[in-house]
């Protein structure tokens, strides 16, 4: 039986973006975003494949709120 590895890679990526919404160490970045744990979260963000695909499934609205909240402007349209 052969797998698509595409397939299964978008698989992984829902998995991943349903994780996010709640993520342990997000919710540690919330209480204390400046500890380690907290910081290393808003590091990993940056380049983090879950997170990408939780945050461009959100609405627009959503989005921006989240962009505020977290100071984050990666995965905008123009990008």
């Known amino acids: ?3 698509n590895v595409k397939i299964v890679n978008i698989i992984k990526q829902v998995i991943m973006a349903q ?3 709640n993520c342990k160490f997000r919710e540690h970045y919330e209480k204390k ?8 979260w808003r590091w990993h ?3 983090c494949p879950g997170w990408k695909a939780y945050f461009t499934s959100l ?11 977290y100071q984050f402007n ?6």
């Open 33 to 40: 975003p400046k500890s380690l744990l907290g910081r290393f």
């Open 19 to 21: 994780t996010c919404e």
């Open 45 to 47: 963000i940056n380049f």
């Open 59 to 69: 609405p627009a609205e959503k989005q921006e709120e989240l962009r505020s909240k």
């Open 74 to 79: 990666k995965y905008q349209d123009n990008e």
């Open 1 to 3: 039986m052969k797998v």
